[in-house]
């Protein structure tokens, strides 16, 4: 076997390592450890100087594993990994030690016991990386078509746009028509443009584009496979269509709460503010006293987040009566008014030189409706108003589709405690999942306008035609090994498996599990439940671990 | 080092790649100062951690662990933190059961955006720590030893594992019939396997290398004469231990080998 020669590189980052660890005695230290055979600091490990440092010494003292001593993985492993990789070095041999985010910062006022806390760390790290074994990437095929869920303005925008690319694309919407929340819509904010028109012009697109086939009063039933290879049924009407789809995209948009026993809620003199688009869109409203409720369902308790579509709405619908009857009275009782961007602010300043008067009401002191009146303390007048009223409106938030719950599990994705779809990363991967070839856009993921659902739809469509136009990916190695000799074909991890990665399988020695590489994401589940210790996590063996812990609790 | 009574506890954690090692990055970013103790491996996702790893830490001589995952519901592998949860709290039970105070293992949620919270965490726990002093505080330092390494093989036992690893699935999805089992029910079933795991191995670590009787066994293993007997018949039967000699009316048991 290939002795160990391992590199070790401590970063000063400037001042932020440098200004609070004693570097120099790192370097110093380091150089008494264990199968370390090379050990430097630079100014920034990773400036061009410090980068050329690691490959000159790769090559020059034939190192076969490195470590940084630097930042964080979560920004630089990559960039660390890919230098190791041009310099000859399998990338998966380089281990990176956090003394900076996770040290020299919150340590600022103690650097006699954060260089000790480093010296510790850089210790583990080396015995880690004395263990560490090369991965090879691996590769899988995909399938250049697209299973769109959902034929909302987010879905339909995302299917044309993937569409017109010349991929392939499946949308299935539940309804008996493509359109969903839009259909309910009457005017879409800040232009005024009927809301029907535009759905017009993209049913048109969809039904002139031959790349897209559409499935309305259907439903996603199964979904099995996994990134560039999805497979399942779609049930329409009774029969099942199955799929092949590389990519998935949910696009299963949003519902509106129904404000049931609050306020006097019943549909004729108080409503929704989509109940009131329905009676504008259908030119009957006829009633001179309005008094707008933001905020209902929401911010609470047991809601506890901001619908953020809903200030705005009630604007379009406040500006939309005053443009038909200027004798309207409007009164819209707010906690917090959520008008962000140019054109929305606009609409605000435009709304209060219209007429509209904006009452501020606290969730302590919410307003009260009785059949005349809507008694309201405003927060800065300090004293009660009483608003006489024709109708009221309320302002409810969008809330999750029931079966959201339904669809995350079929996907093996997560929604978040209110029902929402929840991406990868919020800022890193928006539009992914942390599953992979699995996107989101629209209301799935947080109420969104319909602006914001287009822009995240034609996001969205770009993430996925990334891999459906280069018929391939590579997927990360860190994933489950299974030790045949070791397995018993139990069946623990299958059953605890999230992801249905690891399937017993028959084989010529008997009952096995067997890995499915290409969705096996690398939790390691499997890996701290078998009974037999046969399964070897890749990158995080039981043997890397251990020896992390044996190198701490050894002081040198 | 800044701790009044000179106990510098030796603190590990267990922190998943996508929240709560972001969060600890996130305390950094932002600055907040928190005691140098912790020292930290990184893992995919707190489902990862195998309780007997941190068994491990114990035994060598680590007085405080941490497992930090994602929030319920926001996992990165969707059930991982379910897992870590079930596995933690059984572990943390089980310490209180060989008397080791539960507290030195903490299970806990940080999201990557809670770097001030993780910063808190890891204050909060330091400071307990220092409070409830060195492991052998608990217990003398070689039952200790024998206590912890005998849990750590309880832990690796077949149904140990999948007793703590289905739980989740047979007390929110059902067992085969479609029932709900009762967390009370379960737990009861749970801790007496992962009892009798200890026991057995209590026993199997005491007659590892040289033969004794029924009482010497008890003595060592900290059980009663009565509950070394019963295990005795079985592991008898089983083929793990067998009697080597007769010392007058006293049968001597060995652990078999292999």
Redesign the interface.
């Known amino acids: 076997m290939e002795e160990t020669r391992i590199g070790v590189f401590v970063c000063r980052c400037g001042t932020n390592i440098g200004g609070f660890l004693d570097v120099p005695a790192l370097v110093d230290y380091v150089k008494g450890l264990p199968f370390v055979v090379f050990s430097q600091e630079n100014m920034y490990t990773c400036s061009e100087t410090g980068l050329t440092e690691i490959k000159s010494a790769i090559v020059e003292k034939r190192l076969n594993r490195v470590v940084v001593a630097s930042c ?3 920004t630089h492993e990559p960039l660390f990994r890919s230098v190791c990789k041009e310099a000859g070095l399998n990338p998966y041999l380089f281990e990176f030690v ?1 003394i ?4 020299s ?6 650097p ?3 260089t ?2 480093a010296k ?2 850089i210790r ?1 790290g080396v015995a880690r990386a004395k263990l560490l074994e090369p991965q090879e990437e691996i590769e899988v095929g995909v399938i250049p078509s697209a299973l769109v869920i959902g034929g909302g303005i987010a879905g339909m925008t995302c299917a044309l746009s993937l569409g017109d690319r010349g991929f392939e694309v499946i949308l299935v919407e539940r309804e008996k028509e493509l359109g969903g929340h839009l259909k309910n819509l009457h005017k879409l904010f800040p232009i005024q443009e009927d809301a029907s028109k535009l759905i017009e012009r993209k049913r048109m697109d969809i039904a002139k584009n031959r790349n897209i086939e559409v499935l309305t009063s259907a439903k996603v039933e199964g979904i099995n496979g996994f990134f560039g290879n999805f497979d399942g049924t779609v049930k329409q009407k009774g029969k099942d269509i199955p799929f092949k789809a590389g990519v998935i995209i949910v696009a299963t948009g949003a519902e509106e709460f129904k404000p049931i026993g609050m306020y006097g809620y019943d549909g004729v003199k108080v409503v929704t503010q989509l109940e009131l688009e329905r009676i504008l869109s259908e030119d009957r409203l006829s009633v001179k006293n309005i008094v707008m409720i933001q905020c209902v369902g929401a911010r609470n308790e047991e809601r506890n987040y901001c619908s953020k579509v809903c200030c705005m709405t009630a604007l379009k619908n406040a500006m939309r009566i005053l443009e038909e009857n200027p004798e309207s009275q409007i009164f819209i009782l707010y906690r917090d008014m959520q008008t962000y961007g140019t054109f929305n602010e606009d609409f605000y300043r435009k709304a209060r030189e219209k007429g509209v008067i904006f009452v501020k009401y606290s969730l302590q002191k919410p307003p009260v409706v009785n059949k005349r009146l809507v008694r309201v303390f405003d927060e800065f007048l300090g004293e009660e108003l009483h608003l006489p009223y024709d109708l009221i409106v309320l302002s409810t938030p969008m809330i999750a589709h029931p079966d959201s719950d339904e669809l995350a599990k079929m996907l ?6 209110y029902g929402f779809f ?1 991406e ?3 800022k890193l991967k928006p539009l992914d999942f ?1 599953t992979d070839g699995v996107y989101l856009c629209g209301s799935a993921h947080w109420p969104s306008t319909v602006s914001e659902s287009i822009a995240q739809a034609y996001g969205a469509a770009s993430r996925a035609s990334i891999p459906l136009s280069r018929r391939h990916v590579i997927t990360e190695p ?1 994933i489950a090994a299974v030790d045949e000799e070791k397995c018993i074909g ?1 069946g ?1 991890c299958e ?2 498996c ?2 249905k990665s690891i399937r017993i399988e028959e084989s010529p020695n008997g009952r096995i599990a067997n890995t499915i590489v290409a969705s096996c ?5 499997c ?5 037999q ?1 046969a399964i070897t ?1 890749n990158h ?1 063996t ?1 043997e890397q ?2 020896a ?3 190198a ?2 050894t002081e040198r | 080092m800044s701790q009044q009574d000179g106990f510098d506890p030796k603190i590990l954690g267990f922190l998943c790649n996508w929240c709560s090692y972001a969060g600890a990055d996130l305390a950094g970013v932002s600055r907040f100062q928190y005691p140098t103790n912790l020292r930290v491996i990184r893992v995919m996702c707190s489902g990862r951690v195998d309780p007997t790893l941190v068994l491990e830490a114990f035994i060598r001589g680590i007085d405080g662990v941490m497992v930090l995952g994602c929030h319920p519901g926001e996992c990165h592998y969707i059930l991982g933190n379910y897992y870590a949860e079930g596995r933690m709290k059984t572990l943390q039970r089980f310490l209180e059961i060989i008397g080791v105070k539960p507290e030195r293992l903490l299970l806990d949620w940080v999201s990557a955006s809670e770097g001030e919270r993780f910063a808190n965490l890891v204050s909060d726990f330091t400071k307990k720590i220092v409070k409830i002093g060195t492991l052998s505080t608990d217990i003398s330092k070689d039952e200790f030893q024998k206590r912890l390494l005998a849990a750590k093989e309880a832990f690796s036992q077949h149904r140990t594992r999948w007793l703590i690893n289905r739980e989740r699935e047979l007390l929110v999805e059902g067992n085969v019939f479609g029932e709900r089992v009762d967390q009370d029910d379960f737990n009861k079933i749970k801790f007496e396997s992962v009892v009798k795991d200890y026991e057995k191995n209590r026993i199997l670590f005491a007659i590892r290398d040289k033969a004794l009787s029924v009482t010497e066994i008890a003595q060592t293993s900290t059980l009663t004469p009565q509950e070394v007997l019963r295990h005795l018949i079985i592991m008898e039967q089983n083929g793990l231990v067998t009697v080597s000699e007769i010392d007058g009316v006293k049968p001597m048991y060995k652990k078999m080998r292999g």
């Open positions: 964080t993985p979560r956090n900076r985010d996770q040290c910062w919150v340590h600022m006022q103690e006699e016991a954060a000790e806390k510790d760390l583990m093996k994705v997560p929604i978040d405690e929840l990868a990363h919020v942390a860190i139990c623990l059953i605890i999230p992801f994401k690398g939790c390691g589940v890996g701290a439940a078998c009974p210790k996590m995080f039981d671990m251990l992390e812990v044996v701490l609790t």
